[in-house]
């Protein structure tokens, strides 16, 4: 879908594309059969089958569709990310953010997203993760997220990997989400528990 009649230059062009990322919500598109499943193979991280699309064509959303940050609030930041992702979800597509990472904040990564070429899936989800688990200095959600710190305080205690994936399940089904001072306090007990080891 591209962008007919100057859909954004128009006053109810907000409106309106909320309304048709909605509709295509309401009615994806069938994923061709067997088209899945063709050439199928698991490789580490990462499953393949066959052809990879651009997210904007499995969704059929256009990227000039979707506004820049600086031409939006805050407000429609927030509709538009909320709206995107459940669009997303119904192709099994989950974006994983931090639990209290705002929602307007959430669009800039989604905008490059659906410039990225996945393989769309008929069930399950695939889990699209934004960290690249370096730590507090090349973090993308600095002040959102503790899983590098909390991954680096475990291994220095010696608890096993499994213990740690468990510790941040919970806390996902729990929505915790501690404020940043709870969050600095935990962190400094649990380094300071280390050191007196």
């Known amino acids: 879908m591209t962008n007919p009649e100057g859909l954004l230059n128009r ?8 309304q048709t990322i909605r509709q295509r919500a309401e009615n994806p598109h069938p994923l ?11 490789t580490g991280w990462q499953y393949l089958y ?9 969704t059929g959303i256009d990227c000039e569709l979707l506004p820049a940050n600086d031409t939006l609030d ?3 930041l927030a509709i538009l990310a ?3 992702e459940k669009l997303l979800r119904v192709y099994h597509f989950v974006l994983d953010f931090p639990v209290n ?15 990225e070429e996945h393989l769309e899936f008929s069930s399950g989800d695939n889990h699209i993760d934004f960290c690249n688990y370096q730590g507090e200095t090349a ?18 205690s010696g608890q096993r990997w499994d213990h740690i994936r468990k510790y941040e399940k919970a806390r996902l089904w729990a929505r915790y989400t ?16 280390l050191e007196a080891c």
């Not at 600095?142 to 710190?149: H, K, L, Q």
């Open 11 to 18: 006053g109810d062009g907000f409106e309106q594309l909320v």
């Open 32 to 42: 061709e059969p067997g088209g899945e499943f063709a050439a199928w193979s698991y």
């Open 50 to 58: 066959g052809e990879k699309e651009p997210i904007s064509a499995i």
């Open 74 to 76: 805050k407000k429609q």
């Open 82 to 84: 909320n709206e995107l």
């Open 101 to 115: 990472f705002p929602p307007h904040l959430r669009y800039e990564f989604i905008i490059r997203f659906w410039r």
């Open 139 to 156: 973090c993308p959600f600095s002040g959102y997220c503790i899983v590098c710190t909390d991954v680096e305080v475990y291994l220095r």
């Open 178 to 193: 501690p404020s940043r001072k709870k969050r600095d306090g935990l962190v400094t007990q649990l380094q300071a528990a």
